[in-house]
């Protein structure tokens, strides 16, 4: 059974940083799209990041220029750094693993910026 695990979340001042963090426990990884999701309360989840599983990378337009998204296939993890955080990145980050038609979220951490 597959497993994301999600870290790192926690309450961030504005314009701090924060690192999250998915271990997954499927077997090949390296062939799983991987993603960062966040859901606001009221507000449908979406894309934040993802990263294919060749390496390309795409992000949303608010955080552009403000997160990245990296994997690391030798340790069955994907990660988000989120810099110059605003009051509006707060929301549930959840992990996403897709390969073919199968997909898996993790349970989600929630991350908030606030002072």
């Known amino acids: 059974q597959v497993q994301l695990v999600e870290s790192g979340g926690g309450l961030v001042q504005p314009g701090g940083s924060a690192r999250l963090s998915c271990a997954a426990s499927?077997?090949?990884?390296?062939?799983?799209?991987m993603g960062w999701y966040r859901q606001a309360p009221g507000k449908e989840r979406e894309l934040v990041a993802a990263?294919?599983?060749?390496?390309?990378?795409n992000y949303a337009d608010s955080v552009k220029g403000r997160v990245t998204i990296s994997r690391d296939n030798a340790k069955n993890t994907v990660s988000l750094q989120m810099n110059s955080l605003k009051p509006e990145d707060t929301a549930v980050y959840y992990c996403?693993?897709?390969?073919?038609?199968?997909?898996?979220w993790g349970q989600g951490t929630q991350v908030t910026v606030s002072s």
């Open positions: 499927m077997r090949r990884f390296s062939m799983y799209a």
């Open positions: 996403k693993a897709e390969y073919g038609l199968m997909t898996h």
């Open positions: 990263v294919s599983n060749y390496g390309s990378t």
